[in-house]
């Protein structure tokens, strides 16, 4: 690589560490290619990025340099960048958000309507702030979560994002979600299914499913362990409740 150059990264998800449990991509590229590695996540759409329609992003940089050169790099008239020093928080939105997207997915091909969804959103985004504070607490702010790598792509994914779309058809045509995946997606992966898997792995480790069970849901009923039905149920009894 040449001297002085860094790198940013765009993927929403996560590499399986060695032994189980999450690696952040930032973090791989960083440790290959000896540079350090910034990242973008937020509300941002392709589609929508492409035929030029306003959106806004968050880069997540732990040097202000670095964040400054990336913010006039990338900011345009309908593309806004906010920037912010919690790398991991941005990252972990990214992918954890995805989670969520299934879990709204299952609520729409259920039929259960906006305030049960809205319930999902919001118990899902509980579940983010907890994962990350548990395993990247003296790393996290929760002004982040208000960015649009937080709560704003949340509301995206729930609402127009392809892990929204296959399991909401996941529901209603009782088709594998690996089928489904590429009847819908052109080529594009699914990426809750896998990212609650290895998230389920790290809530197992320490004994903490049943103070995560959305996310533990999602991750059954995805694996074929418990019917899309019982989505409810997590949220019914979320700790939030009691």
Not at 136 to 145: D, I, R, V
Not at 188 to 193: A, F, S, T, V
Not at 199 to 205: A, E, G, T, Y
Request: with cysteine; proline share 3%.
């Amino acid at each position: 690589m040449k001297p002085g150059a860094i790198g940013l990264s765009l993927i929403k998800g996560f590499d399986i560490a060695e032994g189980g449990g999450i690696e952040l991509i930032s973090h791989i590229i960083t440790r290959l290619l000896n540079i350090p590695c910034n990242v973008l996540m937020g509300a941002n759409l392709a589609h929508e990025i492409a035929d030029g329609k306003f959106s806004e992003t968050t880069i997540g940089s732990h040097d202000v340099t670095q964040g400054q050169i990336l913010h006039k790099l990338i900011q345009s008239e309908n593309f806004r960048v906010v920037v912010v020093a919690d790398v991991e928080t941005v990252e972990l939105c990214g992918a954890l958000k995805n989670i969520v997207g299934v879990g709204a997915g299952l609520i729409d091909g259920l039929q259960y309507g906006d305030n049960t969804k809205a319930a999902v959103i919001r118990l899902g985004l509980m579940e983010m702030v907890r994962f990350i504070q548990e395993f990247y607490g003296g790393k996290c702010q929760l002004s982040t979560f208000l960015e649009s790598c937080g709560v704003a792509d949340l509301v995206t994914t729930c609402y127009g994002g392809r892990n929204r779309k296959v399991a909401e058809a996941f529901v209603k045509t009782g088709k594998k979600l690996e089928e489904l995946e590429k009847e819908l997606l052109n080529g594009q992966r699914l990426q809750g299914p896998q990212t609650a898997e290895e998230v389920n792995h790290m809530l197992k480790s320490r004994g903490l499913e049943e103070k995560f069970p959305l996310f533990t849901a999602v991750h059954r009923i995805c694996i074929g362990q418990i019917p899309p039905t019982a989505i409810i149920d997590s949220i019914r009894n979320h700790p939030e409740h009691m």
